[in-house]
C-alpha cells in the first residue's frame, strides 16, 4: 500500500467504515469535549499561553517581525501576515468600537440562525495554521498536545456552545504527518497541498455521510495523481491528485445539496479544490463558492442565493483560516427569497441577471454599490468564472459609467484574456476621464501590457525637498494600521512595521506612486489627510505626527 493510501485510512472523523455516522448533536458534543480536554489537560487557557510565551516570542521574532511576506524557518516558509492573525486575539468586538462590520464570532451565530430558520446546517472549518502543524521546525520545543493557537481554539469552543458546528482539521492533518510522502501545506505558501487538501476532504466528506443525499454516487468520481511544482518555488516537486466526475475533469456545479463556501483555503491548489476532493470523498456533487480573500463575505456570499436556492441544501460548509476570525469588518448578508444579480450570476443566470439589472435604475434596490460588484466581479475571474466576471464588471460600467474605476477594471479584464483591442479601447477612455492616481496607474499598465504607446501621458514629476517635507509624519489609516513616511535621499518613502521602506514616485503635486498603494495627500486646516490603496481598497487617514 502506498503510503499516502495508508494515510486515508488512519485518519478522519468516523473510526472505521460502517460505523454509525455522527449526529449533528453528538458532533458538537464531541467537538466540546476535545477542545476542553485538550485546554484542561494543559492548565487552560492562562497556562497554556505562559507555556508557549517563549515559542510565541521565536515566530513573532522570525515570521511576523522578519520583514518579508514568507519568512523562512529551516527551509519551510511561513506567511507573516496569516501568522500575525493567528497570534492575535479572536473576540467579538468591544462596546463602543465604531469599526464597520461585525466581529467574526458574531457573524457565524448570526449566519448559523438564518440558516437554521431555512432548515440548512451550517459546518464551520476554521483551517489551522500552517505553523500550528508544523511548529516543531522553530527552535522553542512545544510540549506534546499543547496547541499553539490557543485563540482559534477557544473560538471553536466558544461557537461549539453556542450551537454551531464546527470541524477542526488540525488533528487528522497530525495524524498523517509523521508517514506523509510529501508536505500537507505548501513549502513555500501557506495553503494545503494536494495530499493536504485531499485528506482534509475525506475527513469533512466523513461528517456528511449523516445526511441522506438524492443522488450519492461514489462510482462517479475519481482522481488522476501527477507530478506537479510549487507555483511560488517550480523547483519544489509535488503531487496534484485532480478530481474526475464520469471520466471528466471536476467542474462546478450550481445545485449540489451541499454549498461550500470560503476563502483562497478551499481553492483549487495542486489539482483539485477542497469542495471537488469532499464531493468526491462523499460520492455526491457540491457547489463551490469559495473566493479568493472571501472569508469576511461568506455571508453575503450566500445571501446572494436567496433563500429559494438554500432551502434546497441540506448543509453549507464555511471554511477560512483561522486568522479571518480577527478581522473586524465581516459582513452580515441581507438574506432575500430570490438571488440577487451576483446570486445569479453565480448560479449561472446571465440572462436573468442582465435582465434584472436592466431594470433597475438605482443599483442600491438590488442591494449593491460599485465597490461590492467590483470586487465580486474579481473574485469570479479569480475562480475562472469567466462569462459571470465580464457580465458583472460590464454591468458596474451600466450603473456608474462616469467612473474611471469601473471602465479601469473592465480593461483590466479583457487584457488578461488576451483580447486587446476591447482592452485598449476602454483603457484609452480611462486615461481621458482624468482618473485617480492608482485607477491612471492601472490603464496605463493596461495599455502597455497590450502593447500600446503610452509616451503621451507620461507626465513624471520632480518636486522639491521643501515641498516634499510637508508630507513627512506618521499617518493612522485604521485603529490597527499606522504607516510612515520618511525623507531620505532626497525622494520620500512609505515605511510599514515588518517591511522594508517602499520608494515613493510623485505623478503631481499632492499624488504618488508605490510599489504596493497609490497614495495621495490633502491639506484639511491644520491637518495633513491622506488616501492609500489601490483599486477598491482605499483606506483613508490623518497624519497623528509631524514627523516619522
Not at 483549487?268 to 464531493?279: D, E, I, R, V, Y
Not at 474605476?405 to 479601447?425: G, I, M, V
Not at 502597455?448 to 515641498?467: C, F, H, I, K
Request: a negative charge; glycine letters at 8%; aromatic letters at 6%.
Amino acid at each position: 500500500m502506498k503510503t499516502s493510501a495508508m494515510i486515508l485510512t488512519l485518519v478522519g472523523l468516523v473510526a472505521v467504515a460502517g460505523d454509525t455516522p455522527l449526529t449533528r448533536d453528538a458532533a458538537i458534543s464531541r467537538t466540546m469535549k476535545d477542545i476542553e480536554t485538550r485546554l484542561d489537560g494543559h492548565g487552560g487557557v492562562l497556562g497554556i499561553q505562559q507555556t508557549l510565551k517563549p515559542f510565541n516570542e521565536e515566530v513573532q521574532q522570525k515570521v511576523v517581525n522578519s520583514g518579508d511576506r514568507y519568512a523562512a524557518v529551516k527551509e519551510t516558509f511561513f506567511q507573516a501576515g496569516i501568522t500575525r492573525g493567528n497570534l492575535a486575539p479572536i473576540w467579538p468586538k468591544k462596546a463602543g468600537d465604531d469599526q464597520e462590520g461585525v466581529s467574526g464570532y458574531e457573524a457565524i451565530l448570526t449566519l448559523h440562525r438564518e440558516l437554521q430558520s431555512l432548515g440548512v446546517d451550517l459546518i464551520l472549518v476554521p483551517m489551522p495554521a500552517k505553523y500550528e502543524l508544523y511548529a516543531g521546525v522553530f527552535d522553542t520545543p512545544v510540549p506534546d498536545g499543547v496547541p499553539v493557537s490557543t485563540a482559534r481554539q477557544e473560538m471553536m469552543l466558544a461557537l461549539s456552545r453556542a450551537g454551531v458546528e464546527v470541524v477542526d482539521l488540525l488533528p487528522t492533518l497530525q495524524a498523517a504527518l509523521p508517514n506523509a510522502e510529501h508536505p500537507l501545506y505548501e513549502v513555500r505558501g501557506h495553503h494545503l497541498s494536494g495530499l493536504g487538501t485531499r485528506l482534509c476532504g475525506k475527513a469533512l466528506a466523513e461528517r456528511l455521510a449523516r445526511y441522506d443525499f438524492k443522488d450519492r454516487d461514489p462510482a462517479r468520481y475519481g482522481f488522476t495523481e501527477r507530478k506537479s511544482v510549487e507555483r511560488a518555488d517550480p523547483s519544489r516537486p509535488m503531487t496534484a491528485y485532480e478530481v474526475t466526475r464520469n471520466g471528466e475533469p471536476y467542474t462546478h456545479v450550481t445545485d449540489g445539496e451541499v454549498i461550500v463556501v470560503g476563502d483562497s483555503q478551499a481553492f483549487a491548489h495542486f489539482g483539485a479544490s477542497l469542495a471537488s476532493h469532499t464531493a468526491r470523498e462523499a460520492g455526491i456533487d457540491i457547489t463551490d463558492l469559495s473566493l479568493s480573500s472571501g472569508a469576511n463575505w461568506i455571508a453575503g456570499r450566500l445571501a446572494e442565493m436567496g433563500t429559494e436556492r438554500l432551502r434546497r441544501s441540506k448543509a453549507v460548509v464555511a471554511i477560512v483560516t483561522g486568522a479571518a476570525f480577527s478581522r473586524m469588518d465581516w459582513e452580515n448578508g441581507d438574506f432575500q427569497e430570490k438571488p440577487t444579480v451576483l446570486g445569479m450570476m453565480a448560479l449561472g443566470m446571465l440572462d436573468e441577471a442582465e435582465a434584472l439589472a436592466a431594470s433597475t435604475k438605482n443599483p442600491a434596490d438590488i442591494g449593491i454599490d460599485e465597490a461590492y460588484l467590483n470586487r465580486a466581479a474579481y473574485r469570479m475571474a479569480a475562480t475562472s468564472q469567466w462569462d459571470q466576471a465580464e457580465a458583472t464588471f460590464k454591468i458596474n460600467t451600466r450603473f456608474f459609467p462616469n467612473s474611471a474605476n469601473a471602465w479601469d477594471s473592465l480593461a483590466e479584464f479583457y487584457a488578461r484574456r488576451d483580447r486587446k483591442e476591447e482592452a485598449q479601447e476602454i483603457a484609452v477612455k480611462v486615461m481621458g476621464m482624468n482618473p485617480e492616481p492608482n485607477v491612471r496607474k492601472n490603464a496605463l499598465a493596461t495599455l502597455r501590457r497590450v502593447g500600446y504607446d503610452t509616451s503621451q501621458w507620461d507626465n513624471s514629476v520632480s518636486l522639491s525637498v521643501e515641498a516634499l517635507s510637508a508630507f513627512v509624519g506618521t499617518y493612522e489609516l485604521s485603529r490597527d494600521t499606522t504607516l510612515d513616511v520618511v525623507l531620505k535621499e532626497d525622494r520620500l518613502w512609505v515605511r510599514m512595521e515588518g517591511r522594508p521602506d517602499a520608494p515613493m514616485t510623485p505623478t503631481g503635486a499632492t499624488s504618488f506612486e508605490t510599489p504596493g498603494p497609490n497614495i495621495t495627500f490633502k491639506r484639511d486646516g491644520e491637518d495633513m489627510l491622506m488616501r492609500a490603496g489601490t483599486g477598491s481598497d482605499i483606506r483613508e487617514g490623518k497624519r497623528i505626527k509631524p514627523s516619522a
